[in-house]
């Protein structure tokens, strides 16, 4: 009897060995499939993550877009000009009158400071030529046309820029398209006065103003005295934009006391764009030695394009308005 009890307990014994080592294992099972769950729900988590960022990352990243080309950009600004237009370039005939005027020779001097080159931009008389000329954000002188039924708004715009001129449109003697109100060399001193006491009420802060065609007026001593007279009174500058070699401007100036001052290259004479970036290269070589240069152009696409391509020679002179010359 003794002996069956014995067996009887490690009978026992065994089964409670058998079902701890059970449930053990059952529990290192749940706890590896805890542990490998979690694993694999924070790689998820994170996977998720980063595809939600890419996501958002593609939403809010612009693609840029390729440049607009400088031809493509201004003919843009310019599509609304429909009509053309001509410029006092056209009034001229002769070659040499495109060139800088004889003067006499001078000594060189060594300056120490950047040579200065003003260049204006005639013509000026809508907002899409406004827009043009300061898309090449380039310090230049836009020098505006009187009001007319066609243009109207010049005025307007001018009054928006700080500095600008008055283009004023004169007798030519040849020049078909002619302006309204072009002063003529038979105006009298009341007619001439009245025109320009019109014009500064008009353009309030003009101080400067340089002739539209003209090589009818200004070749005429009487018809530029009384201009002269007229401006002088309303405290405005002269600048010749020399249409003529006979322009009586330089004498009159003279005896009024007061300094002659002239466009010394046109830049789009010929409008073709290996023209005007000849011409801005003679604008700079001249500005450099004589200190100061001036220079005449037009809203024309091919003139703006070649300004803007220039941008790398401007740095060896310093571009300024035209009341910062003289």
């Given amino acids: 009897m003794a002996k069956r009890k014995k ?43 980063k595809e939600k960022v890419i996501l958002k990352e593609k939403k809010t990243t612009k693609i840029p877009k390729a440049p607009i080309s400088v031809n493509k950009r201004l003919k843009e600004v310019l599509k609304k000009e429909t009509k053309a237009y001509a410029s006092a370039a056209h009034e001229i005939d002769d070659e040499t009158l495109a060139n800088p005027p004889k003067t006499k020779a001078k000594k060189v001097e060594i300056y120490t400071l950047k040579p200065k080159l003003a260049i204006i931009i005639d013509d000026m ?51 078909s398209a002619e ?3 072009t002063l003529r060399i038979h105006d009298s001193q009341q007619k001439i006065s009245a025109k320009i006491k019109d014009i500064k009420k ?72 290996p023209y005007i970036l000849k011409q801005i290269k003679k604008a700079i070589v001249l500005a450099k030695r004589r200190g100061h240069a001036i220079a005449i152009g037009h809203p024309h696409k091919n003139t703006l394009q070649a300004l803007y391509e220039s941008k790398a020679l401007f740095k060896d002179v310093e571009l300024v308005q035209v009341n910062k010359i003289y």
């Fill in 179 to 181: 302006e309204p109100h």
């Fill in 7 to 49: 067996r009887t307990k490690k009978k026992g014994s065994s089964s409670l060995l058998k079902y701890i080592v059970w449930t053990l294992a059952i529990i290192a099972l749940g706890l590896t499939s805890l542990i490998v769950g979690y694993y694999l729900g924070v790689n998820n988590t994170k996977t998720i993550v």
């Fill in 202 to 273: 008009l353009f309030p802060k003009v101080s400067y103003i340089n002739n539209h065609t003209g090589s009818k007026f200004t070749s005429n001593e009487i018809a530029m005295n009384r201009l002269i007279f007229a401006l002088n009174t309303n405290h405005i500058h002269f600048i010749d934009s020399r249409t003529t070699a006979k322009t009586m401007a330089p004498k009159v100036l003279k005896n009024f006391g007061l300094k002659y001052v002239s466009r010394d290259v046109f830049l789009d004479h010929h409008m073709d764009k």
């Fill in 125 to 175: 008389q809508t907002a899409s030529q406004v827009r043009a000329v300061k898309s090449l954000h380039l310090n230049v002188t836009m020098s505006f046309l009187p009001p007319r039924a066609a243009r109207p708004n010049s005025a307007k715009l001018a009054s928006h820029e700080k500095f600008y001129m008055v283009h004023l449109p004169m007798e030519a003697m040849h020049f």
